[in-house]
């Protein structure tokens, strides 16, 4: 089993190395869109806050599901300056897991990132 772990690790780190020697690197928009993104506090007690780093021009529209699957907060913002905050408050909402749908509107063309927070 050791063996085939390290196979496997070994092909891993061969592939990345060609990959990137060749120049071939993720598109760089798969990179920071997610990483723009800051939640915090998280976990929460129910009110937190979303900061939106860069995006400037771009619609958002933050969408907030419950462990059910149903919408329980949906709001949209331009985004005007390079760093955005959105403030969120679920209080009057049970303790889980939430699962955050942001979508990037500019100029028709369309990006979507999830994340997750989690309510105390």
Do not use: W
């Amino acid at each position: 089993m050791k063996k085939i772990l390290f196979f496997i690790f070994m092909v891993a780190i061969f592939l990345a190395t060609t990959m990137r020697a060749q120049g071939s690197n993720p598109p760089s928009s798969a990179i920071s869109a997610d990483s723009i993104i800051f939640i915090y506090p998280n976990p929460s007690h129910g009110a937190f806050t979303i900061t939106f780093d860069g995006r400037v021009g771009q619609t958002v529209t933050v969408s907030i599901y419950n462990s059910l699957g149903t919408k329980i907060y949906e709001s949209s913002k331009l985004i005007t300056e390079i760093i955005t905050d959105v403030n969120v408050n679920l209080q009057p909402n049970p303790p889980g897991m939430y699962c955050i749908h942001f979508f990037f509107l500019k100029d028709n063309k369309k990006e979507m990132v999830n994340k997750k927070i989690i309510i105390n």
